[in-house]
């Protein structure tokens, strides 16, 4: 089991960028405890790619980092699921996938949400990216074979 971390600092518009290479996906959980300092100054955490990468796996990961009591699923037809950590705070879990419009997002009262101040993790951001609040941390994650995947965070 190898897991490779990358740190990677650009100045350019004080972006700091993390590359975590996994061999397996059994190592999202490690993974995932890479994400947590961020989310101090990050609430809102907008996962970024293609059908079967592993959203919702990461997700599983970062809550159970966030010692979530809640069984972790994906909100693909609620759109939103609601956990609760072990100090009773919430996190709200998106998957916008199933949206077919800005104006659906802003009914269901996502907006409400996002300027809570509770962790919120969206799965298909790109659906309602105009609605998103600028500081957001970006989670890219990228397929390089079965198994592997290449985790980009992006403040």
């Known amino acids: 089991m190898r897991l490779t971390l990358e740190f990677c600092i650009f100045s350019l518009i004080n972006q700091a960028i993390v590359e975590v290479f996994i061999d397996n996906t059994d190592d ?6 890479l994400l947590l300092p961020y989310l101090k100054t990050h609430s809102i955490v907008a996962f970024y790619a293609a059908m079967g990468a592993g959203k919702t796996t990461f997700i599983k990961e970062i809550c159970a980092a966030l010692a ?3 069984s972790v699923t994906s909100p693909t037809y609620s759109i ?5 950590t072990a100090a009773n705070k919430p996190i709200y879990h998106f ?5 077919n419009s ?8 996502c907006e409400d949400y996002f300027f ?3 962790i919120c993790l969206l799965e298909w951001p790109e659906r309602i ?7 957001l941390l970006k ?3 990228e397929v390089i074979s079965e198994a592997k995947r290449m985790i980009k965070i992006v403040e």
């Open 102 to 109: 800005i104006q659906e997002a802003i009914d269901i009262g």
């Open 95 to 99: 998957d916008f996938y199933r949206i």
């Open 80 to 84: 939103i699921n609601e956990y609760r």
């Open 129 to 135: 990216e105009s609605l998103l609040p600028g500081n």
């Open 68 to 70: 979530v009591t809640d």
């Open 139 to 141: 989670v890219k994650i």
């Open 28 to 33: 999202l959980g490690k993974a995932a405890k």
């Open 116 to 118: 809570s101040g509770n």
